[in-house]
């Protein structure tokens, strides 16, 4: 994808030679680029307030106030001519392709394509109008707030539109009732207000049901099926065929649409303006806020992009990604998060609104539990002292990039193959990643040669599906590739749902994010979902859990499938609500964004450009504060001090003001560019600046109004089907058995040394009785420590009252060794399957086995005590797994693999460690050849042992 500036570089570097430093030529100028050209449009959709200064401007007003808008309108052209990054009419996206050479074109702006659209709040606000008239209302249908969930006794919501004392989002609750269940499980399907009341008949009046409904509506609990929606079919064109419909008996609809209509065929300014009078007459509380949305679209096909300059750009890359990702050793929430989710439920599933109720959810909300409301809205000044980390080891090896540039006073510093050695690089794990950033080159010819630089911006991301998604609404040829790249994920992975995380934070924000529909399944979360019910995914029906390695995942109660979120947006949903956070972070955990970090250097004056082969991987950059600030302002007004300046500090000609991700381009040698960095300047106590790359000489996009700034967007695909990395769940009908249930679950606390006898002389004789009896199915034990040692009984029963005579023989059983002292407890506990562990096998089948390895388990203890004595033990442990590997069918190759894993497993569940690995080693050194003979089948327990599992093999 190609992204440029809207206006060739020429409008600006033109403005600012030929008014020198002329305040009078420099005011013409930019007045006359105001009226006659796309200028004027620009500034309209971007600041009204700013368009009706200009339009209002007389040069009778003093020149103070002259300045200040003159100055504001400087700053937007800067950016026009300057800046690819999209924005309004600031800038064009095309559609590129992959070529044998390359060709970046960049077409007049009389020849891009212009979607103009109402913004979101507009919409939002004939939406409600066409709630609130009397002709429509009635025909208006309602449905439960997607942000709904019950607990045993409220509803809980999140309502968009508190009062006004509370800014933003909140989190409500009523009271359930039987008549608002029925009102909310029969608005599942949705109804008009009438419909919805004539469910509640049984229950209330009809004038109380109708009531109840408007309540719900006005609360947040309902919301109308005109509320906005993010991905799919625009907004706009929802509320042009609602319009449509309603135009028969409100003749303001008709008009409406009529004005909406109009917009789309006559994107003129005076278009602009006549739509703004006229919806300013429907909607007078609108007149403060930006009406419009635009975006500027260039002929598909025109960008391309040679093949070789993406393999020499793709090569360096993916030698130098250890430098760029940002080792932090701190724990992100979600890292938190998913400790203290082990530690807290294990392999459970737990729904997610549960889960985000909870107090780890909490905490990974940010919210405290129990907070006293007398310190709500109080700020606490105090912070914690700053944690000293460790050098990481890409820091070291920044350290020595940067002494090297430091010792040899260098402007350009080059990472050299000896830097990179010492990194142990691993490749990203991301479902495809995307390069951003400028191609500095002469020519399109010269790329395809080699003689070029990329100035890498930031990569990783998941295929830039994040940053293109958006644009591709009203742009058919990137729909058409979106589609496509996407298919092919989901195609190689249909045993798993892929679903889009639709979620609307505000109206202006959602004015950006809105995008097509490239998932087949959606998690509509405070935002209309127009796919099929069939294909949404409400919150209710997620469950998280946590796999074996680390890796937070979810899944659907009702489709019994595990859930891949993703997030095709670009949104900073840092501080977004709870749950849209989660499932964003759960979104982005395997496609992380990276790009070059100075790490603990960050915070030097100045710091040198960095290259490998064709990238650029940071651009030099100047830190303006403190003395060196005072010498900047102290030299601007003069040319002589400010050129003797910029030599001591080697800042070029052409550089860039950072604020965050905004670049505000200056030309060092332009009195009023000059003038712009004095202003920034003084009102911040610091300044960053960048060099920009991007200088007349190295402009490869053109076209016939000059050469244009730009970014490259190049997606890179998956490397292969990523089905097999990520872990799938079964869900059976039932995971949690309490006393009274199907299964009983008793703990004997015990010594370990009294166990076998335990087992071989009194439960298994009860065991066998009990299922002689019918009382019992089948049954098994684990031995344990949490941390008292203890047996572990499953029972599950013949029936579900048999617990009561179970338990009893159980006590009755142990009656002698418990009043010996031999058994501390006895204690009756919940079972709880899991499920995620023992996912291979419908779970019966997995307890089945259990059952016949605890059968054939007490067989082989009770064999000869002497013969189980010593080495013995482990001996008969490791041979009877090898005959259970081998009766599942695993030849010599699976059992490897297999140990190979469960070993991998054991050290990340209890904690890696070098010293562990090494005894472990010793230990096998030392038994090497009892194992061997083990294996073979060699030692004295071979023959009795294969008796044993002859009748499980059978079993």
């Given amino acids: 994808m190609l992204r440029r500036a809207a206006l060739a570089e020429q409008t600006l570097s033109a403005l600012n030679e030929q008014s020198g430093d002329d305040f009078q030529k420099w005011e013409s100028a930019l007045l006359d680029l105001f009226q006659n050209s796309p200028f004027g449009s620009a500034i309209y959709l971007a600041s009204p307030s700013l368009f009706a200064a200009l ?5 009778q007003t003093p020149e103070k106030a002259r300045q200040k ?16 990054t999209p924005f309004g009419m600031f800038s064009v996206t095309s559609a590129g392709l992959f070529s044998r050479t390359t060709k970046l074109t960049g077409p007049a702006i009389s020849q891009v394509s212009t979607t103009l659209l109402l913004n979101m709040s507009v919409l939002e606000s004939i939406a409600s109008w066409l709630e609130e008239h009397r002709g429509i209302a009635g025909h208006i249908r309602y449905l439960p707030s997607s942000s709904l969930y019950r607990t045993p006794e409220t509803f809980r919501f999140i309502d968009s539109q508190p009062n006004s004392e509370i800014a933003g989002p909140v989190l409500s609750e009523i009271d359930r009732s039987a008549e608002l269940d029925i009102l909310l499980e029969t608005a599942q399907q949705p109804g008009t207000r009438s419909e919805l009341a004539d469910a509640l008949a049984q229950l209330l009046s009809q004038d109380k049901a109708a009531a109840l409904v408007k309540s719900a509506v006005e609360a947040g609990l ?32 008709g008009t409406l649409h009529a004005l909406i209509c109009g917009l789309g065929k006559d994107p003129s300014l005076s278009r602009l303006k006549e739509t703004t009078t006229a919806l300013a007459r429907y909607f007078p509380e609108l007149s403060s806020k930006t009406l419009f949305r635009a975006q500027l679209i260039a002929p598909d096909g025109k960008a391309k992009l040679g093949k070789a300059a993406i393999s020499r750009i793709a090569s360096d890359f993916n030698a130098v990604i250890g430098l760029l990702e940002l080792r932090n050793t701190d724990p992100t929430p979600l890292d938190e998060l998913k400790v203290k989710f082990g530690l807290r439920y294990g392999s459970s599933q737990v729904p997610l609104c549960e889960l985000m ?28 002292p700053p944690i000293s980390h460790a050098m990481t080891a890409t820091g070291q090896v920044k350290q020595r990039i940067f002494d090297r540039a430091l010792s040899r006073q260098l402007y350009c510093v080059q990472v050299l193959e000896s830097d990179l050695k010492e990194l142990n690089v691993q490749p990203l794990r991301t479902t495809g990643l995307f390069l951003l950033g400028e191609m500095l080159a002469i020519s399109g010819r010269n790329i395809d040669r080699g003689y070029f630089e990329f100035y890498l911006k930031a990569a990783g991301g998941e295929s830039g599906l994040e940053l ?9 040829a990137l729909d058409a590739q979106l589609q496509k790249a996407t298919r092919q994920t989901w195609d190689h992975e249909q045993q798993y749902l892929h679903a889009e995380i639709a979620h609307i934070p505000d109206a202006d924000t959602a004015s950006v994010l809105a995008r097509p529909h490239l998932y087949p399944y959606e998690i509509p979360y405070l935002s209309q979902s127009t796919l099929p019910l069939s294909n949404q995914i409400p919150i209710t029906d997620l469950l998280v859990s946590v796999t074996a390695d680390g890796e937070m995942i979810l899944t659907s109660k009702r489709l019994c499938k595990r859930i891949i979120p993703h997030n095709t947006t670009a949104h900073n949903y840092g501080r977004g609500l709870p749950v849209y956070q989660l499932l964003s972070d759960l979104a982005h955990q395997h496609s992380p964004v990276i790009s070059w970090n100075w790490e603990h250097l960050e915070t030097f004056t100045f710091l040198p450009r960095v290259v490998y082969g064709h990238l650029i991987l940071c651009a030099a950059r100047w830190k303006l504060e403190g003395e060196t600030r005072k010498k900047v302002l102290d030299s601007l007004g003069s040319d002589w001090l400010w050129q003797r300046l910029r030599t001591e500090m080697r800042i070029p000609r052409f550089i860039q003001i950072c604020q965050g991700d905004n670049l505000l381009l200056i030309d060092c040698e332009s009195h009023f560019a000059r003038a712009l960095l004095g202003k920034e300047l003084k009102k911040s106590g610091q300044l960053q600046i960048q060099e920009c790359l991007q200088t007349s000489r190295f402009h490869p996009v053109k076209g016939k109004e000059g050469k244009f700034s730009h970014e490259l967007l190049i997606a890179f695909k998956p490397a292969a089907p990523t089905s097999a990395e990520r872990a799938q769940l079964r869900l059976t009908k039932q995971k949690h058995f309490h006393l ?12 370990p040394n009294q166990v076998d006898r335990l087992l071989t002389q009194t439960l298994t004789a009860l065991c066998q009785q009990l299922s002689l009896d019918g009382k019992i199915h089948k049954w098994f034990f684990v031995r344990y420590a949490d941390p008292s040692y203890h047996l572990r009984l499953r029972f599950e029963l013949g029936l579900m009252r048999d617990w009561q005579p179970v338990l009893a023989s159980v006590q009755s059983a142990l009656g002698a060794q418990l009043a010996d002292g031999l058994i501390e407890k006895i204690q009756i506990d919940s079972y709880e399957r899991e499920i995620e562990r023992y996912s291979c096998l419908d779970y019966e089948q997995t307890e089945s086995i259990f059952h016949q390895d605890s059968l054939a388990s007490v067989q082989v203890i009770s064999l000869n005590p002497i013969d189980m004595s010593g080495d013995a033990r482990w001996q008969v442990a490791l041979y009877s797994m090898d005959l259970m590997l081998a009766d599942f069918g695993l030849d010599i190759k699976s059992k490897a693999e297999f140990a190979r894993e469960s070993y991998q497993a054991f050290l990340s569940e209890f904690g890696q460690d070098h010293t562990l690995t090494r005894q472990l080693d010793q230990k096998y050194r030392i038994y090497q050849t009892q194992i061997t003979q083990t294996l073979a089948g060699q030692s004295r327990f071979s023959d009795m042992l294969a008796e044993c599992f002859k009748e499980w093999k059978i079993r």
């Fill in 55 to 59: 339009e209002t401007y007389s040069q």
């Fill in 69 to 84: 808008i003159l100055f504001s309108a400087y700053k937007y052209l800067i950016r026009m001519c300057s800046r690819a």
């Fill in 222 to 253: 309902l919301v109308s099926e005109l509320s906005a929606n993010i991905t799919g079919n625009d907004f706009q064109n929802r509320i042009l065929k609602a319009l449509e419909a309603a135009a028969a008996t409100c003749p303001q609809a």
């Fill in 357 to 384: 109720e909870s107090d780890i959810g909490l905490r990974y909300a940010g919210i405290a539990a129990n907070a006293a409301r007398i310190l709500e809205k109080l700020d606490f000044n105090w912070q914690a």
């Fill in 468 to 476: 293109m998604a958006r644009f591709a609404q009203h742009d058919p």
């Fill in 740 to 751: 009274g249930s199907q299964w009983l679950y008793v703990k004997i606390y015990i010594d």
